[in-house]
């Protein structure tokens, strides 16, 4: 069965037609979906009710599988999912509803805030896979915006302005503007902030984007709070409507996509009530956007 794709906006977006992911895929497939990512730079794929064995199998035709170690407040005991996978549910290692006070539930909301998954990481991801196991009855969406869009309509000036800028990016920051600022010296040391460029081009379309995320706090040799006047502004430009797509989940959805290209952010639920599950395997980067300062 040969690989069929819809754009599904203007910019950003593609629905997959002709994977199983519960099989193996052919070099033609995996060449389908790359050249999909590299255009779409978000891919939609229905009706893949994989185990997450099958998930890690069908993303490792992408890359090297990133960890889920060192992203969040939760312990190796609480741990409901293998290292290989990423627990973006709102549950519990017995798959309970979290707490509204939950410690680990308020860390987790900082996905309701634009970003780029791992840009925290010295190596950034590259794609991220998220499978929707469980969603909730209404509301949950994920949105996700173009950054090569929102690079393209900038004007002339700033294009030249933040050329070779460099921002500090880290769950600090991002956590910090929610108000979640009590963390342990041990976390504090985990989240120690990385350098990324703002500006990227992408290896195989040559095409340039923001590096933009909640994560970052501040641009080398800015002052702080002008450059988060900057990043904000920034931020609220690429993330107009038109650079958007909005999500509506379906059980056994996965959503692809590439986070050198794109932002993205959970959107509201009954949290405290129904349960989402979803998991995420992540394509680990293959190199820093910039010399990381010596630790
Ligand atoms: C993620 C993420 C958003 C959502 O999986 O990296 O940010 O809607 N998810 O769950
Ligand atoms: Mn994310």
Not at 103 to 129: E, I, Q, T
Not at 233 to 238: F, K, N, T, V, Y
Not at 245 to 259: E, G, I, P, S, T
Request: hydrophobic residues 35%; charged residues 30%; aromatic residues 6%.
């Amino acid at each position: 069965m040969s690989v069929r794709i819809r754009p599904l906006t203007p910019h950003i977006g593609g629905e997959v037609e002709g994977i199983d992911m519960r099989r193996p895929l052919t070099p033609d497939d995996v060449a389908a979906v790359e050249a999909g990512m590299d255009r779409h730079a978000v891919l939609v794929f229905h009706d893949q009710d994989v185990s997450d064995e099958q998930q890690v199998a069908f993303s490792r035709n992408f890359g090297e599988i990133e960890l889920a170690l060192g992203s969040n407040v939760t312990t190796d005991a609480e741990r409901r999912l293998d290292v290989k996978l990423a627990d973006i549910s709102n549950l519990d290692r017995e798959n309970r509803v979290l707490a509204r006070d939950d410690r680990r539930r308020m860390f987790n909301l900082g996905n309701r805030l634009w970003h780029s998954d791992s840009s925290f990481r010295a190596v950034p991801a590259k794609y991220s896979l998220l499978s929707a196991r469980r969603i909730p009855s209404t509301g949950g969406n994920t949105e996700f915006a173009d950054m090569r869009a929102a690079y393209d309509a900038l004007d002339d000036k700033t294009k030249a302005e933040i050329e070779d800028l460099v921002c500090e990016h880290s769950l600090i920051y991002s956590r910090g503007q929610l108000g979640f600022t009590e963390l342990s010296e041990e976390e504090k040391r985990t989240f120690r902030p990385v350098r990324q460029r703002l500006v990227r081009t992408h290896p195989v379309t040559g095409r340039r984007s923001l590096f933009l995320s909640s994560h970052i706090g501040t641009i080398v040799g800015w002052p702080m709070p002008e450059a988060r006047c900057f990043i904000r502004d920034l931020i609220e430009h690429a993330t107009q409507r038109e650079f958007v797509y909005a999500h509506v989940w379906r059980q056994h959805d996965l959503v692809m996509w590439d986070n050198r290209q794109t932002m993205h952010r959970a959107r509201p639920f009954d949290e405290t009530r129904e349960a989402r599950d979803m998991r995420r395997t992540t394509i680990a980067g293959d190199a820093p956007t910039v010399a990381q300062e010596a630790a």
